[in-house]
């Protein structure tokens, strides 16, 4: 065999081997889409209660939500607003620019009521259930 003969054999194999590779990696991407689309569907149509934040006594409070993503919140109440909204330290899902603007959003509006963040429906439906969560449980300091 040439040599040019043997440099397309052992091009032919990487190539094959990438190939085997990307179809390995879009089949099991398929299944954890496939896998957790009942989660998703679930956040996607899930309902935020209306809160009355004015009626919140001050202090903070820790809410989580565990669904597609898992987010932990602390919330602060100050002379009947909410002051601060953050994703809690060592939460499972980080705080992002996505989540900072909605947790922004919510102290702005006083309200759960803001419109979803284009292209991540389900993670800001996750942060306002978390939030939600937290007026419900019991304050922490």
Do not use: H
């Not at 990438?18 to 299944?31: K, N």
């Not at 898992?70 to 601060?84: H, L, P, R």
């Not at 809690?88 to 919510?106: F, I, N, Q, Y």
């Not at 006083?110 to 292209?119: P, T």
């Amino acid at each position: 065999m040439s040599k040019s003969g043997k440099k397309r054999g052992w091009l032919w194999k990487v190539l094959v081997g990438i190939g085997v590779f990307l179809v390995v990696a879009i089949v099991v991407a398929g299944a954890v889409l496939l896998a957790t689309e009942g989660q998703r569907r679930e956040d996607l149509t899930m309902k935020i209660a209306d809160v009355n934040m004015t009626t919140i006594p001050d202090g903070t409070y820790l809410g989580s939500y565990r669904g597609w993503n898992k987010f932990d919140v602390v919330v602060t109440v100050s002379a009947g607003k909410v002051t601060v909204i953050k994703v809690a330290e060592g939460s499972p899902a980080p705080a992002t620019d996505v989540t900072d603007d909605v947790l922004r959003r919510v102290v702005s509006a006083q309200s759960l009521d803001v419109d979803a963040v284009s292209g991540a429906t389900v993670t800001t439906k996750g942060l306002l259930k978390a939030v939600e969560n937290a007026f419900v449980s019991q304050r922490t300091q």
